[in-house]
């Protein structure tokens, strides 16, 4: 049980440690990503894409067991001794981030005004300069996507159960603290971290919609 304004603390900061890493790692892969798949045209575009999209519904738990898997003493990187702590966590929370992200970002590329496209190759803009000119023009679109990213894997407590195991002062987060006092019958003190939770994230999303804005300025 977390009984002192410290603890609490502590359970906050790595919840946002955890969660902002993930939405880091994810971004930093699915944004690419989703920019390549949706600005290129290759054979299984459309086979890709749905599958894309069909891991928007990836289950926390099945990423965490196989992070889980991956991790444990019997599994093929058992030796890294990773399991039950914090990059675990951001591990198998990663998998929940890149879909979502590439997914979106997939939908911002290709949402660009077309226009724009056309007007930066008769320039004469060479191929990863056109990118970047249709990143930029999409940049609402992205930060919506690490928007939508962070949310998932903040209210995440499946994947964070299974591979940090809710060790108190190591991989104990908001979610899973939520969790054990639920069951513990504290549903005061449970409702308390909800709230806790949910004013974490509008911070976070205050700050992101902040800077969504000025750049749509």
Known sequence: MISTGSELLDVTLLSLYVSGMATILGS??????????????????GAVKTLTYTLYGFPPVLSGLVVYYVFSR????????????????????????IPLVTGITITSVVEVDRSIKDTVKALGASSSQSI???MREAW?????ACM???????????????????IDGETRVLTTAIMLETRMGHFEWAMSLGIVLLSVALM?????RLLQEREML
Do not use: H, W
């Not at 019997?74 to 591990?91: H, K, N, R, V």
């Not at 609402?140 to 919506?144: A, H, K, P, Q, T």
């Not at 976070?204 to 992101?208: A, D, I, N, P, S």
């Open 132 to 134: 970047v000119t249709v």
């Open 74 to 97: 019997a599994g093929p990187l058992g030796d890294l001794g990773i399991l039950f702590t914090p990059t675990a966590m951001i591990i198998a929370e990663t998998f929940l981030v």
């Open 148 to 166: 939508i990213g962070f949310g998932r894997v903040i209210a995440e407590v499946g994947a964070a159960y299974l591979v940090g195991g809710n």
């Open 28 to 45: 930093a892969i699915g944004i690419p990503l989703g920019a390549l798949i949706g600005l290129k045209e290759f054979g299984g575009k």
């Open 140 to 144: 609402v679109g992205l930060v919506m």
């Open 204 to 208: 976070v999303f205050l700050f992101l």
